[in-house]
């Protein structure tokens, strides 16, 4: 064993003591079953903390690898059809292409489609914030 491995001695176990688990009280069960949107914890002594607002985030703009989410989905069923297609050619009795090549290609597909779809539902948003605005 290295000395990163080696057990704990007795007096080192004796002294690592777990935090006992505070009882749920009447007051926090109450709490929790009345308010579900927002989180509210109290303390031992009664006392609220404040709650926790949750960001709301557009699913839409949510960025995977550097890509739109709409993008990268697009991307990787490309490089899925890629080497499908590959396969498929090769399964057919034809000299299959080159597998990475294949998927590359289609990825490519894939990502520019997805991005065309990124940018029309972001256009899309746009023109529909824009026009309660306007109205005002």
């Keep these: ?3 990163n491995q080696n057990p704990l001695a007795e007096e080192q176990t ?8 505070a009882p749920e009280t009447e007051e926090s069960i ?4 009345a308010d579900s949107d927002t989180i509210v914890e109290t303390t031992t002594d009664g006392a609220e903390e404040e709650p926790v607002e949750e960001e709301d985030i557009d699913p839409a703009d949510v960025r995977i690898f550097g890509m739109p989410r709409v993008c990268f989905h697009y991307t990787a069923f490309g490089v899925a059809v890629g080497y499908l ?7 057919a009795g034809y000299t299959p292409p080159n597998a990475n090549i294949c998927a590359v290609v289609c990825a490519a ?6 991005s065309r779809l990124y940018k029309k ?3 899309a948003r746009d023109a529909a914030k824009q026009s309660p605005e306007s109205a005002e």
């Design 85 to 91: 297609v590959s396969g498929i050619i090769g399964m």
């Design 14 to 21: 004796e002294s690592v003591q777990t935090a006992p688990e």
């Design 1 to 3: 064993m290295s000395e």
């Design 30 to 33: 109450l709490s929790a079953e």
């Design 109 to 114: 597909i894939g990502y520019f489609i997805g």
């Design 121 to 123: 539902r972001k256009a």
